[in-house]
């Protein structure tokens, strides 16, 4: 089970961070991603890291703003959200894959969202 908080009300230029915590004692095993789905709009990758954390992946709209670090010993995967832009406002969830993969159809499991919503 994957609980994502974190999200609010910001203005552009602003820093948020976004957590996801996991139960159980397997998340280690899994490769953990960040979608957002703003409203009207199809839900998009954002981010990813490996089992380890030492690979990362990031779109080219987030790439040099966010950063995706993780805790293996806290079960936690965050989402560090620099310089934010009111394009950013969506609903973000964080997902658990095998492996360290972009595409949606390759996740196993996914929280429930956390609402960002950037002011210009």
């Known amino acids: 089970q994957l609980q994502a908080s974190g999200g609010g009300l910001l203005q552009a230029g602003g820093s948020l961070r976004l957590s996801c915590a996991a139960s159980?004692?397997?998340?280690?095993?899994?490769?953990m991603g960040w979608f957002r789905q703003a409203p009207g709009k199809q839900r998009e990758f954002v981010a990813v890291?490996?089992?380890?954390?030492?690979?990362?992946s990031y779109a080219d709209s987030v790439k040099g703003r966010f950063t995706i670090p993780r805790d293996n010993a806290k079960n936690t995967v965050y989402l560090q959200m620099n310089s934010l832009k009111p394009a950013d406002t969506a609903v973000y969830y964080c997902?658990?894959?095998?492996?360290?993969?972009?595409?949606?159809?390759?996740?196993?499991?996914w929280g429930q969202g956390t609402l960002v919503t950037v002011s210009s």
């Open positions: 890291i490996n089992r380890s954390g030492g690979s990362t």
């Open positions: 997902a658990a894959a095998g492996y360290m993969v972009r595409a949606e159809n390759d996740y196993d499991y």
């Open positions: 159980g004692r397997t998340f280690r095993s899994y490769g």
